[in-house]
């Protein structure tokens, strides 16, 4: 699984620097390469030397080699790689790879890196437990960084608690069971709609929803990372608290209707006809269509072009259909394409969204109810209902957005291989 695999192997100012030597080792046995790049206050654990002797690399230590000028280009480093692991990784650097700190070459590279980060803490048991350590992986987690938990057992302060770094017996395990489900939907293209659609009713108020895209986007990055092209058409949503979308903007300019990073194409809309024109286009070349966003059914006849009045008695509005982006696409639909859709109810939820399902030409549509405390618009976490082509519905735990749309996901992968092999 690892043979071919190329790892930047970050190591940093702790004891369990020893360990390093060891996951290197076993690196090199699976077929992988490794480029190590060492903290200044690693070299004081483990010698640069021994680190060289087991990756076949030279180790890298510094922004420059003195000597003759030359410098290592931690952007090359961040595109080379297929991951990058910090193991050990001190209380130190992840509170600097939190706040964007880039005083040395590992942390320099990670703000780099485009591809998966796994972090591999080792402290003693009082600095893992700390509060501002554990706010910082969780900000790490939300950069969609990945976090190995240390083992618990004998520390090197004489202590027992949790804060060893795992073993890199259990490290090895752990990647190749993350690139092997990073590789189902390696080469699929996947369309997701996120967010609201704001429809005019004259150059300062419209028609909308509340909406703020967090599970699109959460699709977005957990499709991403198992090696999709997504396409996300994103309605005009505020700001909604993930990192890789405010780095699309801070690239592209807020204004610009598209941009990329990675292996996301960002495109900006406001309407539920612009997001159909988009989402019609692209379409025919999609192998997955995720229809998450909450498009307004209806929008106003007549907008006009100078801001209404206001007036004692009120005004009316006369509003008419929007297009059906879910229906309209179910048409098109092959046989090699899944269409996945969303429904938000307040009542009558599992009616309606069988019906929503059959009437759309859903092959599984994802519930959830007003309901249920901490789902819905706006929030960090989400409690769905899966019903698929067996129309049995399925209801999970209420869980972070994150770990919805890994459940998603699972169940795009079974349900492609139920009936042909969409999926490796």
């Known amino acids: ?75 090359e480093l961040g595109l080379w790689a297929d991951a990058m692991i910090i193991a050990p990784a001190t209380a130190n650097t992840i509170a600097k790879m939190a706040n964007g700190v880039c005083d040395n070459l590992l942390l320099t590279t990670y703000l780099s890196a485009r591809c998966p980060v796994i972090v591999a803490p080792a402290m003693d048991l009082d600095m893992f437990q700390h509060p501002a350590t554990q706010a910082n992986l969780k900000t790490l987690e939300s950069y969609g960084n990945h976090i190995i938990e240390p083992a618990t057992g004998e520390l090197a302060s004489g202590l027992e608690g949790k804060g060893r770094m795992e073993e890199p017996e259990k490290i090895v395990t752990w990647l190749e069971g993350f690139l092997k489900k990073k590789q189902r939907f390696t080469g699929k293209k996947v369309l997701i709609t996120a967010g609201p659609t704001f429809e005019k009713i004259d150059p300062v108020r419209f028609i909308g929803n509340y909406s ?24 005009p949503n505020l700001e909604v608290g993930n990192p890789r979308l405010h780095r699309v903007r801070r690239e592209s300019g807020i204004g610009n209707r598209q941009a990329e990073i990675g292996r996301i194409s960002l495109i900006h809309v406001v309407s539920g006809e612009e997001m159909y024109k988009e989402a019609h286009e692209i379409y025919p070349d999609m192998d997955v ?136």
């Open 289 to 424: 269509s995720i229809m998450a966003a909450a498009v307004a059914d209806f929008k106003p006849l007549d907008p006009k072009e100078s801001k209404i009045k206001g007036k004692e008695k009120g005004f009316s509005i006369d509003l008419v259909p929007n297009p059906d982006i879910a229906k309209e696409l179910g048409k098109l639909k092959r046989a090699d394409q899944l269409n996945i859709g969303f429904a938000l109810e307040t009542d009558e939820g599992l009616e309606s969204a069988l019906a929503k399902k059959h009437r759309k030409n859903f092959d599984l549509i994802v519930l959830n109810s007003l309901q249920d405390q901490g789902a819905g618009f706006g929030g960090d976490t989400n409690q769905i209902t899966l019903i698929a082509k067996d129309n049995k519905p399925r209801k999970f735990e209420l869980k972070s957005k994150k770990d919805v749309a890994k459940d998603i996901l699972d169940e795009i992968v079974r349900i492609g291989n139920q009936d042909q092999k969409l999926f490796p």
């Open 212 to 235: 703020s895209g967090k599970m699109g986007l959460a699709l977005a990055e957990a499709l991403v990372e198992e090696g999709a092209d997504v396409s996300l058409i994103l309605g």
């Open 1 to 75: 699984m690892l043979h071919g695999k190329k790892f930047i192997l970050g190591i940093t100012g702790s004891i369990a620097a020893y360990k390093a030597a060891y996951l290197t080792r076993l690196l090199k046995k699976q077929g992988a390469e490794v480029k190590i790049i060492l903290t200044p206050y690693g070299k004081e654990f483990i010698t640069p030397v021994t680190l060289a002797t087991l990756s076949d690399n030279t180790v890298l230590t510094d922004f420059f080699k003195h000597d003759d000028g030359a410098w290592n280009s931690h952007v």
